[in-house]
């Protein structure tokens, strides 16, 4: 059971140095049923970690949340339906070529999708 003693224990990990952010996948974390749970964790997370890194994978397509409050704590979306036939063992952060790897920081500051590049 997903409750707030899961996002205490999930907040608690996250404090420790080694880690340097959270990842959110698994289920569907925007499906209605989880989306205020997930974006409890997210706001709780970025309010006591600023400076750590949220990153969230869905099935969903940004235009499908774009104005759901949890973008707001979000760093990189990875958005789409994973696709079996699309699979694509090159890609670095999502596993087929339909998916995107969004900059939402960036996205939300220019009103269009703006794609993650890794700091180099």
């Given amino acids: 059971e997903f409750n707030d ?19 959110i996948l698994g289920g569907e974390p925007m499906h209605p049923k989880n989306i205020l749970g997930t974006t409890k964790l997210s706001k709780l997370f970025k309010e006591k970690y600023p400076n750590k890194s949220l990153w969230v994978w869905t099935g969903f397509l940004f235009d499908e949340i774009k104005n759901n409050e949890i973008l707001n704590y979000i760093d990189v979306l990875i958005d789409g339906r994973y696709k079996d036939e699309l699979h694509d063992f090159r890609l670095k952060w999502c596993g087929s070529s339909n998916q995107r790897v969004i900059d939402v920081k960036k996205t939300l500051k220019k009103n269009k999708i703006i794609l993650y590049e890794e700091n180099k």
């Fill in 5 to 23: 003693d899961t996002i205490k224990e999930v907040l608690d990990i996250c404090g420790q140095k080694h880690i340097k952010g959270l990842s």
